[in-house]
């Protein structure tokens, strides 16, 4: 019998500012090594054979994302997400792969 595999889209929920954690920059932003935890995440997702799409949402307004190479890659799509992680999911609408 043949197994079916099918395509992901992945979702990344980004558009927190990390109040909790107390810094200036926001949780996603902050660098390990020379890359934001943001880009280690959505590369790692990318790295995935079955990942066809990253959908990424990110605060309103949010202007650290467009300085990240990830801005311009073919496979992410960004959305506005809300201000609580449980309010960027009624963002993002159902992606076709």
């Not at 990344?12 to 935890?37: D, H, W």
């Not at 799509?77 to 792969?97: K, L």
């Amino acid at each position: 019998m043949a197994t079916t595999h099918l395509d992901v889209c992945a979702v990344v929920p980004a558009a927190g500012f990390g109040r909790r954690m107390q810094t200036e920059c926001p949780k996603q932003y902050l660098s390990i090594g020379n890359q934001t935890i943001l880009e280690h995440s959505v590369h790692a997702l990318l790295a995935h054979p079955r990942v066809k799409r990253v959908v990424i949402a990110i605060s309103p307004g949010d202007s650290r994302f467009a300085q990240l190479p990830l801005a311009n890659h073919p496979r992410i799509t960004v959305v506005d997400g809300g201000e609580e992680r449980a309010e960027q999911w009624h963002f993002i609408p159902c992606w076709q792969v």
